[in-house]
């Protein structure tokens, strides 16, 4: 595997730095050649080094940055030239185009060019999405999708007398703040410049498809913009919209038409490309390209394993994301196809592939809905089909995108809606897009008054997932289901090779389920911790301390019986993947002082930003199962000594 001190096999020194003036729209003959050079080296840089990405196993985001290579050039140059005149720094709304942002440190020297092909990697500092403070160079945090924009208007704000540059999608664009940022840039005249690729590609298809009347042109148009639509791949056609845009006063983006990762055999122009480029496919276009020997460091990249065996659960594993998805399609094929399209709307967020849609598009395309990366709108589609009692509306997207939708959500519940959702990516384990897309504030949908019930569920292997949609997918009010990003085992019953979740288990909504009983004191956990719970109880048990486990899969729901039952005990742990500041443990506590009840009490969860990688987030968050062990044992002897 390459080392942080082996060289770049692609040398970065021949990127010659360029000056453009945009009072200047014409390109000399010297200007072209430099650009289109510039741009092939990038271009070449970013295909090598997030294709290691692919070959550990990270993925990576290839299209995107790639894509945009050319503006970026030409941004570099202006800067050249002027430096005075623009805010330096490159802003992104599409935050998973993180490349760039690598690229451009590396260009400046605040990383080692070797350091990129440890790309994704865990604790390598070069996450899924730009993080401010984390990655040498790197200037702003990106978060998700929608946030950057109306960041540069305040930022243009601060700084009247320069303007600010912000890179766009296509996709980033469907976000309605960016629909909010527009008016404000225009309405203040702000001197933001975007710079817009609209490659027709997202995560789940081709907007031009699937959202049919979206047009980026027409669309910042309305808001009082001046747009210039351009070639994005003809470079003089390029440089005459950018220097427009740049010499205008006010809001004002070049929107570039092109294909995804155009002249990327095996990725060009499908939604393939949006992700990281395959290896064998990386090595084709470097060979083609004239680069010798790549495959010698592709090829010995390996994905890091987790070495941790666990006890209490089985070696196979499931991956509730996607049964959340088959299960909602057995609870579907009992009705018929008439039935079904009348009762259930199931509505995407451009995340079908991600969250378990897909299946239910390909078996029940009567009830889909394809649609853009507008989660409020999306959500409150699916509030309103069911906002008749017999009718039921599906929604899904990632945990981390839950935050955005609470007050979408408040609606609901005033309206007495009927909504299923499923937020997969919850918790931290393998979030190689990092600390903006950990799903660690879940129980924020548990914001309605104390009169209105809401129902978090979250079940803790594939076999409780199917059972949980099987109960609730009828239920009427808002529930929500999560699930991790990660495939889980399957729990066991105690000392046996049974699934503890078998054929003749029947999920309970509300109801606190005992996997072990113990006399020492509970463990409570739930989802993707409860496994890893699981082991570190058992082990402790092997050592003669009689811990006994709780599986909490209704989050939010108080089961008073088994409150008093643990309460009674010498001492009570919460474990969770969730924020610790407002997780499940933040509120236990609470609930057994209410009660008067006073075991010892500790609570675990996501404490700190992520180390990129996969598994390598769950220890990093001290949730692994020796971690576990050492806070049980923590408070068995703390409660020892104040009995």
Same mark, same amino acid.
């Given at each position: 595997?390459? *080392?942080?001190?082996?060289?770049?096999?692609?040398?970065?020194?021949?990127?010659?730095?360029?000056?453009?003036?945009?009072?200047?729209?014409?390109?000399?003959?010297?200007?072209?050649?430099?650009?289109?050079?510039?741009?092939?080296?990038?271009?070449?840089?970013? &295909? !090598?080094?997030?294709?290691?990405?692919?070959?550990?196993?990270?993925?990576?985001?290839?299209?995107?940055?790639?894509?945009?290579?050319?503006?970026?050039?030409?941004?570099?140059?202006?800067?050249?030239?002027?430096?005075?005149?623009?805010?330096?720094?490159?802003?992104?709304?599409?935050?998973?185009?993180?490349?760039?942002?690598?690229?451009?440190?590396?260009?400046?020297?605040?990383?080692?060019?070797?350091?990129?092909?440890?790309?994704?990697?865990?604790?390598?500092?070069?996450?899924?999405?730009?993080?401010?403070?984390?990655?040498?160079?790197?200037?702003?945090?990106?978060?998700?999708?929608?946030?950057?924009?109306?960041? @540069?208007?305040?930022?243009?704000?601060?700084?009247?007398?320069?303007?600010?540059?912000?890179?766009?999608?296509?996709?980033?664009?469907?976000?309605?703040?960016?629909?909010?940022?527009?008016?404000?840039?225009?309405?203040?005249?702000?001197?933001?410049?975007?710079?817009? #690729? +609209?490659?027709?590609?997202?995560?789940?298809?081709?907007?031009?498809?699937? !959202?049919?009347?979206?047009?980026?042109?027409?669309?910042?148009?309305?808001?009082?913009?001046?747009?210039?639509?351009?070639?994005?791949?003809?470079?003089?056609?390029?440089?005459?919209?950018?220097?427009?845009?740049?010499?205008?006063?006010?809001?004002?983006? =070049?929107?570039?038409?092109?294909?995804?990762?155009?002249? &990327?055999?095996?990725?060009?122009?499908?939604?393939?490309?949006?992700? =990281?480029?395959? =290896?064998?496919?990386?090595?084709?276009?470097?060979?083609?390209?004239?680069?010798?020997?790549?495959?010698?460091?592709?090829?010995?990249?390996?994905?890091?394993?987790?070495?941790?065996?666990?006890?209490?659960?089985?070696? +196979?594993? *499931?991956?509730?994301?996607?049964?959340?998805?088959?299960?909602?399609?057995?609870?579907?094929?009992?009705?018929?196809?008439?039935?079904?399209?009348?009762?259930?709307?199931?509505?995407?967020?451009?995340?079908?592939?991600?969250?378990?849609?897909?299946?239910?598009?390909?078996?029940?395309?009567?009830?889909? =809905?394809?649609?853009?990366?507008?989660?409020?709108?999306?959500?409150?589609?699916?509030? *309103?089909?069911?906002?008749?009692? +017999?009718?039921?509306?599906?929604?899904?997207?990632?945990?981390?995108?839950?935050?955005? %939708?609470?007050?979408?959500?408040?609606?609901?519940?005033?309206?007495?809606?009927? @909504?299923?959702?499923?937020?997969?990516?919850?918790?931290?384990?393998?979030?190689?897009?990092?600390?903006?897309?950990?799903?660690?504030?879940?129980?924020?949908?548990?914001?309605?008054?104390?009169?209105?019930?809401?129902?978090?569920?979250?079940?803790?292997?594939?076999?409780?997932?199917?059972?949980?949609?099987?109960?609730?997918?009828?239920?009427?009010?808002?529930?929500?289901?999560?699930?991790?990003?990660?495939? &889980?085992?399957?729990?066991?019953?105690?000392?046996?090779?049974?699934?503890?979740?078998?054929?003749?288990?029947?999920?309970?909504?509300?109801?606190?389920?005992?996997?072990?009983?113990?006399?020492?004191?509970?463990?409570?956990?739930?989802?993707?911790?409860?496994?890893?719970?699981?082991?570190?109880?058992?082990?402790?048990?092997?050592?003669?301390?009689?811990?006994?486990?709780?599986?909490?899969?209704?989050?939010? %729901?108080? #089961?008073?019986?088994?409150?008093? /039952?643990?309460?009674?005990?010498?001492? &009570?742990?919460?474990?969770?993947?969730?924020?610790? /500041?407002?997780?499940?443990?933040?509120?236990?506590?609470?609930?057994?002082?209410?009660?008067?009840?006073?075991?010892?009490?500790?609570?675990?969860?996501?404490?700190?930003?992520?180390?990129?990688?996969?598994?390598?987030?769950?220890?990093?968050?001290?949730? #692994?199962?020796?971690?576990?062990?050492?806070? %049980?044992?923590?408070?068995?002897?703390?409660?020892?000594?104040?009995?």
């Amino acid at each position: 595997m390459p *080392g942080a001190d082996s060289e770049f096999p692609i040398d970065l020194k021949q990127f010659k730095k360029l000056s453009l003036d945009p009072s200047k729209p014409q390109l000399t003959e010297e200007q072209r050649s430099t650009l289109k050079a510039n741009i092939q080296l990038l271009r070449d840089v970013i &295909v !090598l080094f997030t294709a290691t990405g692919a070959a550990r196993g990270v993925s990576g985001h290839t299209g995107g940055a790639y894509d945009t290579v050319p503006e970026v050039c030409m941004l570099l140059a202006l800067l050249e030239a002027s430096p005075a005149d623009y805010v330096p720094i490159l802003f992104d709304e599409a935050g998973h185009r993180v490349a760039t942002q690598y690229l451009l440190s590396a260009l400046e020297g605040s990383l080692p060019a070797s350091h990129l092909l440890h790309y994704r990697e865990a604790n390598s500092k070069l996450p899924g999405h730009p993080e401010l403070g984390l990655t040498p160079g790197v200037k702003f945090s990106s978060g998700r999708l929608g946030h950057v924009w109306p960041l @540069v208007n305040g930022i243009a704000m601060a700084n009247p007398g320069k303007k600010v540059f912000c890179l766009g999608s296509d996709g980033s664009q469907q976000e309605g703040n960016d629909a909010e940022a527009a008016r404000l840039a225009v309405a203040k005249g702000l001197n933001v410049k975007l710079f817009i #690729d +609209d490659n027709d590609v997202t995560i789940a298809g081709h907007p031009s498809e699937y !959202l049919k009347g979206f047009d980026l042109e027409k669309t910042l148009k309305g808001h009082g913009l001046e747009v210039i639509t351009v070639d994005g791949e003809d470079i003089d056609s390029l440089w005459s919209g950018v220097a427009k845009v740049v010499n205008s006063n006010g809001p004002a983006a =070049v929107v570039s038409k092109r294909k995804m990762a155009p002249g &990327v055999d095996e990725i060009e122009g499908s939604t393939h490309g949006h992700d =990281v480029i395959p =290896v064998k496919a990386a090595i084709n276009y470097l060979q083609k390209r004239g680069y010798p020997n790549f495959a010698d460091i592709l090829l010995n990249i390996k994905p890091h394993s987790q070495p941790y065996l666990y006890i209490g659960c089985s070696k +196979d594993l *499931g991956a509730n994301r996607v049964v959340f998805g088959e299960a909602v399609n057995g609870v579907l094929d009992k009705l018929s196809k008439e039935e079904a399209k009348a009762k259930v709307m199931v509505i995407d967020t451009d995340l079908e592939g991600s969250t378990g849609l897909k299946s239910i598009h390909q078996k029940h395309p009567e009830v889909f =809905v394809t649609s853009g990366i507008m989660e409020r709108g999306n959500f409150s589609a699916a509030a *309103g089909f069911g906002f008749d009692k +017999d009718k039921f509306g599906v929604f899904s997207t990632f945990s981390a995108f839950l935050e955005m %939708i609470l007050s979408e959500v408040t609606m609901a519940r005033l309206n007495n809606c009927n @909504v299923l959702c499923h937020f997969s990516h919850a918790g931290v384990d393998e979030m190689a897009d990092n600390t903006c897309h950990f799903g660690i504030n879940n129980m924020f949908a548990d914001n309605g008054l104390s009169d209105v019930e809401s129902f978090l569920y979250f079940p803790a292997d594939a076999a409780q997932m199917t059972a949980v949609i099987n109960r609730v997918f009828f239920e009427h009010g808002l529930r929500f289901v999560y699930s991790t990003r990660s495939k &889980v085992p399957y729990i066991l019953k105690p000392n046996s090779e049974e699934r503890f979740y078998g054929s003749d288990y029947q999920f309970v909504p509300g109801k606190d389920e005992v996997i072990v009983e113990g006399k020492a004191g509970w463990v409570i956990s739930f989802g993707d911790m409860l496994y890893r719970s699981y082991d570190a109880i058992l082990r402790c048990r092997q050592e003669g301390l009689d811990v006994g486990l709780i599986n909490k899969p209704t989050l939010n %729901i108080i #089961d008073e019986q088994t409150l008093m /039952k643990v309460g009674q005990s010498p001492f &009570v742990l919460v474990v969770e993947s969730f924020n610790q /500041k407002t997780g499940l443990g933040s509120k236990y506590g609470t609930w057994l002082l209410e009660r008067h009840l006073t075991p010892k009490f500790g609570y675990m969860g996501a404490t700190k930003e992520g180390c990129g990688g996969l598994w390598e987030q769950i220890p990093h968050q001290n949730l #692994d199962p020796q971690a576990i062990i050492v806070k %049980i044992k923590a408070l068995a002897q703390a409660a020892a000594v104040s009995h």
